[in-house]
């Protein structure tokens, strides 16, 4: 009979797996029990049952793992967990498990007797498995009542120790390398210390309902404790999970009970959770605790039999259950994607070990400078949509001298805001807000999951102006001070651009176009740089255009979308003195055992030099104007302000067509300590749809966001002050022109220029003419004088190289003569002395007048008094005519007059 089953042991490896019908169970059950017998008995069995024994061993036993290895080796499944830059707080565990790996040590002895007491009494005495169990279950099985008798060892086992194949065949065979394997885990891990290992994989390896694997994630889920502060009770219960987790999920099972009293009707604003009583799960737990009663080892009488009557009575009562809240979601969730590109780089999204690698992740994120800007940018988009704003701002502290703008924002459609923060001289990211508040209910016009500043594609507006200037500075193109007339031109195709205000300045320099945020200029100027390469040189920059985008005219006032985060990027090149510094989102990789995975050496990207340093530097030097009121009150407005003292800085805004996209982006003078944060911020704020919100320019809402956000990070630090870089030439202009002052400049201005750039021809766009000083007309022979010279504006050099331009220009010129205020230009535009009528740096002039088309009069020629008539007037006769006396020579072609009197006299 032994040998016909050994040869049915041999038949069976070719069959395929199949639910086993009861002859298969009983059959199996046959197997098991000799196989058990022949384990239990060392081989003691019939000649015959030796050899069905040591068959099915020899079978069996093919292919099993090394359990030294194996255990030694053993990885359980962690999430990887993400911390903020100091690695102390936990921003987001990823993937869907909780797992706390803990060390025999740190298991109290409680938690191992309740353990021990319901799953396995033998535990420390059994070679790994329950002969005696296995045979009842056997025949308990073939008398058609199935259950099962697996050990600790066997439950590890069969969960971490055998290979996929022995899951192949039916569960007898299962069964068979199950008790193989525990056998020989056993043996190899031999005595208490080996026991201690076995269990303490087990109470890692075990799930407990709730998404928690281990006993130590159990104890925080459940109850918000490390397992030394549990009760005896709440040991207890633990233990009683891991035999039907699902069912006895705690949760699951918990009731919510109101603490306080409510009328019928109305809902309860407090309450607990509470397993009720009666529940299967706390009736399973009273089971442990009588069990551990008499059957704990290592506690031993440490607790007496009241104890445990006690712990019976105990309410179950759980720690409030919160979603995986995340703190900075769309920052972790950047973070995820970088995990991906990193362990699974063709499939980035689907990626266990990035999830489950059981890896600490030191981020870059500052979790203050995260809450600021989390803050301004709830209130400034989400609370302006509540019904009372004021309780909201009120509720966190923000300022009252902020709350005017906030509130000026209500009704008047912003749904939505993003911010981030950077170094940039590290390129570290330290806040990033992706939308408004990720948590909040959503809508059309707001979604909070959508990170605005990684995926999202928004027209930078005028804030890619300063970057396209840059380019042209950079290229020697242009200079500081390049004049460039801002008059309303068709640019072709029906391109006819104008400024908000419908303002037609004339002659600007380029210092003044970019602080002012002037349209026309920054389109000629890009025109000038050239198309394409601004488009390449931008890129460079580290902004990044979507693949169907192509150069444009209006490219100059950012009609070309991009990602926030890169225009935040290129700012904080600029700061950084022209060095572009990869954006960095992590700082460090640890592995489980804390060994540094990532950076090693050679992973970290290294910062390069992508402009000249002096040309970041004039760029900079010119935006920092803006918060300067002095130079330019209406940015200046929203200047940085510690305890009274304006903080330099330097920013730009941007407002799109139509008001869809309104944004600024800016940073601070770089701090004298290296290792302290020099900080760029950037924002949006817009709406989800694309839908323009009322009429809102950025300096009603991105610009005072932009401040608030980079004034709170940036409050109690050291003051620090831009400083130009060795090469920089400063040299003087004509304010109007950009050029050396000549003969009829009028104001002058120091000016930043790179070496070799500073103008060397004085200002050739005035000329000099003769004018009457008594009419203000060109001079001919004959006026009433005295002849005078003066400059006047001659614009028929400027802009030469482009007819249409110059077509405009005289138009301008036209008006202008005629003075400010003067309309009739393209789209109804209107003349208007740089900036505006309420502030004119540079006075109400365009630097010269225009010449006169006209010539003066010709003076109608002199009475000439007599000297003979009588000085006493006759009242009979009309007054005589004013005279002059008469000259001692007769004036040109004069000759003497009729009547007789004196030469060239005429007769009164």
Request: hydrophobic fraction near 40%.
């Amino acid at each position: 009979m032994q040998t016909s089953l050994a040869r049915r042991l041999r038949r069976r490896r070719a069959l395929q797996r199949r639910p086993p019908g009861r002859a298969g169970k009983i059959f199996g059950s046959f197997v098991l029990i000799v196989l058990v017998v022949f384990l239990a008995t060392g081989g003691l069995l019939t000649a015959a049952g030796v050899v069905a024994g040591v068959s099915a061993y020899n079978y069996y036993a093919q292919g099993l793992p090394d359990p030294v290895s194996t255990l030694t080796n053993i990885e359980f499944e962690q999430q990887t967990v993400l911390y903020d830059r100091t690695g102390t707080i936990v921003l987001a565990r990823l993937g869907d498990l909780k797992r706390d790996l803990v060390t025999f040590d740190q298991i109290p002895g409680e938690t191992l007797d309740a353990t021990t007491a319901i799953e396995d009494k033998d535990f420390w005495v059994n070679p790994g498995f329950d002969p005696v169990g296995i045979v009842s279950a056997g025949i308990d099985t073939v008398s058609g009542r199935p259950r099962g008798a697996s050990t600790i060892t066997q439950q590890l086992v069969r969960a971490r120790l055998l290979p996929a194949a022995a899951f192949a065949d039916g569960t007898y065979e299962r069964k068979a390398r199950e008790i193989i394997q525990s056998i020989r885990l056993t043996d190899a891990f031999p005595g208490e210390e080996g026991k201690q290992q076995i269990i303490t994989a087990y109470l890692n390896q075990n799930f407990y309902g709730n998404q928690s694997y281990g006993v130590k994630a159990a104890a925080k889920g459940y109850f918000g404790k490390p397992l030394a502060e549990l009760t005896l009770a709440q040991h207890a219960i633990l233990a009683a999970i891991p035999q039907s987790p699902t069912t006895f999920d705690l949760v699951r099972n918990a009731e919510e009970v109101c603490l306080e009293d409510v009328a019928e009707g109305e809902e309860c604003a407090r309450f607990k959770l509470v397993v009720p009583q009666d529940s299967e799960i706390v009736i399973r737990r009273n089971k442990v605790l009588e069990l551990m009663a008499t059957r704990s080892p290592l506690t031993g009488d440490k607790h007496t039999l009241g104890e445990y009557e006690a712990a019976k009575n105990e309410p179950v009562e759980l720690i409030p259950q919160v979603s995986a809240a995340w703190k900075a979601p769309h920052f972790v969730w950047q973070i995820r994607r970088e995990l991906g590109a990193m362990f699974c780089p063709d499939s980035p999204s689907d990626c266990p070990t990035a999830d489950l690698g059981g890896y600490k992740v030191i981020t870059t994120i500052d979790m203050d400078m995260q809450k600021a800007a989390e803050k301004w940018a709830y209130v400034s988009a989400r609370a302006t949509n509540a019904k009372n704003p004021s309780a909201i701002l009120s509720s966190r502290k923000i300022p009252r001298s902020d709350r005017s703008w906030i509130l000026g924002l209500r009704g008047q459609n912003v749904n939505n805001a993003a911010a981030a923060v950077q170094d940039y001289r590290t390129g570290e990211i330290l806040a990033y807000v992706g939308s408004a508040s990720y948590t909040s209910k959503g809508n059309k016009k707001f979604q909070p999951k959508f990170d605005v500043l990684s995926d999202g594609w928004r027209q930078p507006g005028s804030a890619i102006k300063a970057v396209n200037y840059l380019v042209g500075i950079d290229d020697r193109t242009l200079t500081a001070s390049t004049m460039i007339m801002d008059v309303t031109t068709n640019f072709g195709g029906g391109f006819i651009p104008t400024q908000a205000d419908k303002k037609e300045r004339g002659p600007v320099r380029l210092r003044s176009a970019l602080q002012f945020s002037l349209n026309i200029p920054a389109i000629k100027a890009t025109i000038m740089t050239g198309l394409e390469r601004v488009v390449d040189r931008t890129k460079d920059f580290g902004l990044r255009y979507q693949s169907t985008a192509t150069p444009v005219l209006s490219e100059g006032i950012g009609t070309l979308e991009v990602h926030p985060i890169d225009l935040l990027g290129a700012y904080s090149m600029i700061a950084n003195e022209g060095k572009l510094m990869p954006r960095r989102i992590i700082k460090t990789i640890l592995d489980s055992d804390d060994q540094v995975f990532w950076p090693k050496a050679g992973d970290l990207k290294q910062g390069k030099q992508v402009v000249d340093r002096g040309s970041a530097y004039i760029i900079t030097d010119i935006l920092a104007g803006n918060t300067d009121k002095s130079v330019n009150p209406y940015w200046g407005k929203w200047a940085i302000y510690d305890k009274g003292v304006r903080r330099p800085a330097a920013y730009k805004t941007g407002t799109t067509s139509e008001n869809v996209d309104v944004a600024a982006y800016g940073f601070v003078a770089p701090p004298k300590d290296k290792d302290a944060p020099a900080l760029a911020v950037g924002v949006w704020m817009g709406n989800s749809d694309n839908s323009p919100n009322s009429g809102k320019l950025s300096l009603d809402t991105a610009a005072p966001l932009w401040s608030a956000i980079l004034g709170e990070v940036t409050k109690g630090s050291k003051i620090a002050s831009f400083s130009s870089p060795k090469g920089l030439v400063t040299a003087t202009v004509d304010a109007f022109t950009g050029l050396r002052p000549g003969p009829f400049t009028t104001r002058k201005v120091r000016e930043l220029f790179l070496p070799g750039t500073v103008p060397k021809q004085k200002t050739t766009i005035r000329v000099a003419a003769e004018i009457d000083d008594a009419s203000g007309l060109r001079w001919r022979d004959g006026c009433v004088g005295p002849k005078v010279t003066r400059g006047f504006f001659d614009l028929s050099e400027v802009e030469a190289n482009f007819p249409a331009w110059q077509r405009a220009n005289a138009a301008w010129g036209a008006r202008a003569a005629r003075g400010s205020g003067v309309g009739g230009g393209l789209k109804g535009t209107s003349t208007i002395y740089f900036y505006n009528s309420a502030f004119a740096p540079y006075g109400r002039t365009w630097g010269a007048s225009f010449m006169p088309s006209k010539r003066c009069p010709i003076a109608p020629p002199p009475i000439y008094c007599d000297p003979l008539a009588s000085p006493i007037p006759d009242p009979s006769l009309p007054p005589p005519e004013p005279c002059v006396p008469a000259p001692s020579e007769p004036p040109p072609g004069g000759s003497p007059a009729p009547g007789g009197g004196p030469k060239g006299t005429p007769k009164p």
